[in-house]
């Protein structure tokens, strides 16, 4: 059931006109459904029924904290890669314990930060951190909960620039040298080793690689276990696809990931930990915009619409595919016409996407674009002096907005001219 469709002609997320919303907040907008992000984390958590299973929310997919409050209710933990990320999520209400710090180059202050919360685990992905992350500790009077984050060698995720888990990309500990990573962690004063993390990709869209990788994995936890390692979790980390609407591939829904998670991992004796990001907020919002104008060009007829790709990077960066509706659906049936959406930035990558059939649309109307509810206003810049667009949370019929749209002098206040000039 999808929370964004049509009633009577016109869309609706859940049970407000996406036309009210823009009437209120303007255009482009973020609009958020609490129904999905609900329905994602429950099934979530529900493919892990009757297993000790941790679903730390990947904060980076969208880090609003009305949308961190909302899955903290759900009892969400948190996945966080940086100290503002850890403040967010504390602010929305996630308990430290539930909260993992993932990332390649966390700083001594994050460190003592995340410390002082007194988080779950840090996720260490090499040993000039592991070293750092003792001599802090110790500096505190502490030690630090500390799982590796392994890199199994597989091939995962949708695009280059999202894949992890390969020996060549830059994240976690080389498959070779793992093992000597933790006998040093075991010597060391600061250092408390609890388990072993992965990650392998994003927008994964077949469980072959998590197969792959959770064997791996799994008989490395044997291995360190046999050697006195205490491994009490295992972080398989996030990354399963969603289904974007170009029906080229569907990612397999929780419930089987769920099914092979639980079948690989049954006798490891482990805690599970998850790092969902995308598959919990991806289809949960969508980029709400304005056609400003209809343009004919020597071969093709251009829509330009009010989001552009500092507002919503995914398709300039990943060549990604966002399906696209218009809010009212009466030229549905009518006519239609190939076009190419495109925002108004002096840049040929602004395009949302090409040669696409779509109904016909003139200027001022209502546009959508689906799945931005991850990725997009936590990958947004005000590039081009656009100021960050607001964002809007619906829950049932009524909605909120969680933020606000900063104005020119808000933009302008942090910035001045030297007495020099
Ligand atoms: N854990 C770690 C350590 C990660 O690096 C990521 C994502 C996640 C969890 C969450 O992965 P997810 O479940 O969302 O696939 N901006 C790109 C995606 C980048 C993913 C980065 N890491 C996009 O828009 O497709």
Redesign the pocket.
């Known amino acids: 059931m999808r929370h964004f469709d049509y009633k009577d002609g016109e869309m609706f997320a859940e049970d407000v006109a996406l036309r009210d919303i823009a009437k209120t907040v303007g255009t482009p907008a973020y609009v958020y459904s609490t129904a999905t992000f609900t329905r994602h984390f429950n099934v979530f958590a529900d493919a892990f029924k009757g297993r000790k299973a941790l679903i730390a929310y990947?904060v980076?997919?969208n880090s609003n904290i009305a949308v961190l409050a909302t899955l903290a209710k759900l009892g969400a933990g948190a996945?966080v890669?940086s100290e503002g990320e850890l403040v967010r999520a504390l602010t929305a209400g996630i308990p430290a314990q539930k909260i993992v710090f993932?990332?390649v180059g966390k700083t001594e202050s994050e460190m003592r930060a995340a410390l002082k919360a007194g988080i779950r685990v840090f996720?260490v992905e090499s040993l000039p951190e592991l070293e750092q992350l003792s001599d802090v500790a110790v500096s505190m009077g502490t030690r630090a909960p500390v799982a590796f984050?392994v890199n199994p060698d597989v091939t995962a995720?949708?695009?280059e620039?999202?894949s992890?888990g390969k020996a060549e990309n830059k994240?976690g500990i080389a498959w070779s040298s793992v093992e000597s990573a933790y006998a040093r962690a075991g010597e060391l004063k600061g250092i408390e080793i609890v388990g072993v993390?992965m990650?392998i990709?994003?927008?994964?869209d077949s469980l072959a690689p998590f197969e792959k990788a959770i064997e791996k994995v799994g008989a490395l936890i044997a291995k360190l276990r046999a050697q006195g390692h205490t491994i009490r979790s295992f972080d398989i980390?996030?990354?399963?696809?969603i289904p974007y609407g170009d029906n080229t591939k569907t990612p397999p829904p929780p419930s089987e990931y769920g099914a092979l998670v639980k079948d690989l991992t049954s006798e490891m004796d482990v805690e599970l930990i998850f790092?969902?990001?995308?598959?919990?907020?991806?289809n949960a919002g969508v980029l709400l915009s304005k056609v400003i104008y209809a343009k004919s060009g020597e071969d093709r007829e251009f829509l330009i619409i009010d989001a552009a790709m500092n507002d919503l990077?995914?398709p300039a960066?990943?060549d990604?595919y966002h399906e696209i509706e218009p809010v009212k659906a009466s030229g549905r049936d009518f006519n239609t016409q190939i076009y190419d959406v495109v925002g108004p930035i002096c840049e040929s990558g602004d395009t949302f996407t090409k040669r696409r059939e779509l109904p016909e649309m003139k200027a001022g109307e209502l546009i959508v674009l689906h799945s931005a509810g991850?990725?997009?206003a936590s990958?947004s810049s005000q590039y081009n002096t656009r100021p960050l667009i607001p964002e809007v949370l619906v829950n049932g019929d009524q909605f909120s907005v969680v933020r606000d749209r900063p104005s020119l002098e808000d933009i302008l206040r942090a910035e001045s001219i030297p007495d020099w000039i």
């Open positions: 990947s980076k997919a996945d890669v993932s990332g996720n984050r995720g949708g695009h620039k999202i992890t994240f993390d990650h990709g994003s927008q994964i980390g996030g990354g399963l696809g790092e969902p990001g995308r598959m919990i907020a991806g990077i995914r960066l990943y990604a991850a990725y997009g990958q």
